[in-house]
């Protein structure tokens, strides 16, 4: 009986024994409640000695928790629907306010975050929702940090992973984006048009003072052309070049003048009967052409 009763003894010892032992790892802490009661002074990693029926142990995780923040729908401050989700990474800063002040600190910062993501996206636009997303990764880590601080919890960072809009407003940014693309284009266009038009200005003053250069270019016109192996060349002939060959050309004033025809007129026959033929000169011409004719009878 005894021995039996060492035996029982020693077997409860070895339970008390084996119970008030705890290993704590290295990425935890240890938080300790005497009756109750929590002990100001936090566990480290390592073993550690309990006074079994009055210490009670809980572990806090201090690696750094990812916590993805389903997507939210909302309304943007220019009146544009989109549904927005968020990633938060955050961990333990003060492992005796996570353990006593917050009974689940994950679930709060949860909760934190999606509604903190609601508000945001109320008070942005659309334009920084698509372009400005670091402007609001850290404005929706000050809002989800200020009650997480009074929790222990530290906010490492928040990141704005997607944008969903509709599909209407996808096709109407489309046809923005084309617009716009069309818009340079053109500017891109007449801006060239004006340059080429300032150095074709250029180009007609100095062969307006060299007349010698505009057929220069009509000859390398004419080389550039029969470079291409045609069988028909089109050869322009600029008005400029008949205008200079004109100049180059004398000019020799031709007076017109009319030549009277030669006229007949019969003549009376004599005292013989016999048929007599007179002729008649030509008649001068005076200056309205008309020929004043001269006739003598013998």
């Not at 909302?74 to 492992?95: E, H, L, Q, W």
């Not at 709060?108 to 990764?137: F, P, W």
């Amino acid at each position: 009986m005894i021995l039996y009763a060492v035996a029982v003894m020693v077997g409860v010892g070895l339970l008390g024994l084996s119970s008030s032992i705890r290993v704590v790892t290295q990425f935890e802490r240890g938080v300790v409640f005497r009756f109750g009661r929590v002990q100001p002074a936090v566990r480290g990693p390592g073993l550690m000695l309990l006074i079994p029926i009055a210490d009670r142990l809980e572990k806090v995780n201090m690696q750094i928790i990812t916590m993805p923040v389903p997507a939210q729908d909302g309304i943007t401050r220019d009146n544009v629907t989109v549904r927005v989700d968020a990633v938060v990474y955050f961990n333990v800063a003060d492992p005796v306010r996570v353990a006593v002040d917050v009974q689940d600190y994950v679930s709060a910062i949860g909760q934190v975050a999606q509604t903190s993501l609601r508000s945001i996206i109320g008070k942005s636009e659309l334009d920084d929702l698509l372009s400005n997303r670091e402007g609001l990764n850290q404005g929706l880590e000050l809002m989800i940090d200020s009650p997480a601080l009074g929790w222990g919890v530290q906010i490492d960072r928040v990141e704005i992973k997607d944008v969903v809009l509709p599909d209407s407003m996808k096709r109407s940014m489309s046809r923005q984006a084309e617009a716009e693309r069309e818009r340079r284009a053109r500017i891109i266009t007449a801006d060239g048009e004006l340059q080429a038009s300032a150095k074709l200005a250029q180009a007609a003053e100095t062969m307006t003072e060299h007349p010698a250069a505009l057929q220069l270019r009509l000859l390398q016109t004419v080389v550039e052309v029969a470079a291409e192996k045609n069988s028909t060349l089109v050869l322009p002939f600029p008005v400029e070049l008949l205008r200079f060959l004109e100049r180059a050309t004398p000019h020799t004033a031709h007076v017109p003048t009319r030549t009277a025809e030669p006229t007949t007129t019969p003549t009376p026959a004599n005292v013989h009967d016999e048929p007599s033929t007179r002729h008649t000169q030509h008649a001068p011409v005076d200056a309205r052409g008309f020929a004043h004719e001269q006739s003598r009878f013998g």
